[in-house]
């Protein structure tokens, strides 16, 4: 059974090439055109006109070409260019120079945090300043009263170990001091914290006063830096569509943002897990962004498969577009032409479109369907 939907657009293209084909004849013995005559033929796929010659014919050429895999897929950061922004001082964030989504360069000043870290850091510099100072003392004054024989090998050798110890103690304390950024001459309870790469800020974890470093906070992470010059474009592919993909194809993706723009990326990586209810395979594709592709954006893939296949071509013309379906007449013969739903491809030079479906080269076809709606609206 038919829809009602759907006979009441069978009946509307019976209409068109009803009126369209029967072209009003002149009777000279009454001086009048005699009226077009439909003939209904129970079929609402089949309609039946009386002139069929009004309606020229063109048979379907074919075109050769790599077979393509359409799929929908998203914007993401290639992970090898994220790069997390850390506090290593404990402390409370006194001051943030930059937020979500800003770009900033390498070096740049993000944000400020006053630490106790550093006043602990400070004082164990100190003391290993003295420390080393009186250990040089001793090694000098116990290597004079060897010379003198007051003392034995054994105890210059111990004050040698002693002072090279507090070296190495004063040493790793300006060790501490420089990881923390901290001058060891110009001290500071506040530490700067700078952007370790250029990039966009795509993730923020902190705030004005919060808590902030890798003790004390939620998240060590305060900042996240993407370099979104090169993007990944993760599909979804289903399973039955796997052996068309291979590493390093070449792919099309155009992002629905921008359907005329069209950029080339290259398959890096075909997912080892299925998803278990979908049963698709994540496909990554990587983009060079030409700095349109924002993250989280949905693009359509064509990704070009090793195979080729023959698709039917015929004029953008015998394609009839009709609420998001597409068709073209062929003739059934006796004066009837027969409706083919199809699936229109890429445009191709001198106003030709591929059939991907519904049609096979050298089938003939009405050659200009449109011209069939316009002759319905002049009568």
């Not at 808590?211 to 305060?222: D, E, I, K, P, R």
């Not at 990587?286 to 296949?309: C, D, H, W, Y």
């Not at 698709?311 to 032409?337: C, M, N, S, Y």
Request: hydrophobic fraction near 40%.
């Amino acid at each position: 059974m038919m829809n009602a939907s759907a006979l009441r657009t069978a009946c509307w293209l019976a209409g068109i090439l009803a009126l369209a084909g029967c072209e009003k004849k002149f009777n000279p013995e009454s001086g009048t055109a005699s009226p077009a005559q439909v003939v209904e033929t129970g079929d609402a796929g089949t309609i039946t006109v009386d002139h069929p010659d009004q309606f020229p014919l063109v048979t379907a050429g074919s075109n050769l070409e790599p077979d393509k895999l359409n799929v929908t897929g998203a914007v993401f950061p290639d992970i090898s260019r994220e790069v997390p922004v850390i506090s290593l001082a404990n402390g409370r964030v006194v001051d943030i120079k930059t937020r979500l989504d800003d770009n900033v360069k390498k070096g740049q000043l993000l944000f400020s945090v006053q630490s106790p870290d550093i006043s602990t850091a400070f004082d164990a510099y100190l003391k290993a300043v003295n420390d080393e100072q009186l250990a040089n003392k001793a090694d000098i004054r116990a290597k004079d009263l060897y010379d003198h024989g007051a003392i034995s090998q054994a105890m210059v050798e111990q004050a040698d170990d002693s002072e090279k110890d507090a070296k190495a103690d004063l040493v790793a304390a300006e060790e501490q001091l420089k990881i923390f950024g901290v001058d060891k001459n110009h001290p500071s309870p506040v530490v700067n914290v700078y952007a370790p790469t250029s990039g966009v800020i795509i993730g923020q974890n902190i705030t004005n006063a919060a808590a902030a470093g890798v003790t004390l906070s939620g998240s060590a992470t305060a900042f996240t830096i993407a370099d979104l010059s090169d993007v990944w474009i993760l599909c979804d592919v289903y399973e039955n569509d796997l052996p068309k993909v291979h590493l390093g194809q070449e792919a099309q993706i155009k992002p629905a943002a921008y359907p005329d723009k069209i950029i080339t990326g290259r398959v890096s990586d075909i997912g080892p897990v299925m998803d278990p209810s979908l049963r698709t395979a994540k496909v990554r594709i990587e983009v060079a962004n030409p700095g349109i592709l924002k993250l989280g954006m949905f693009v359509t893939a064509t990704i070009s498969s090793r195979s080729s296949v023959t698709h039917a071509v015929v004029p953008a013309t015998a394609i009839l577009h009709l609420h998001d379906r597409e068709w073209v007449f062929a003739p059934a013969g006796k004066g009837q032409f027969r409706r083919i739903e199809v699936v229109g491809g890429d445009m191709l030079p001198n106003g030709q479109q591929e059939v991907t479906s519904g049609l096979q080269p050298g089938q003939q076809v009405v050659k200009d369907v449109l011209r069939l709606e316009a002759t319905q609206e002049a009568q």
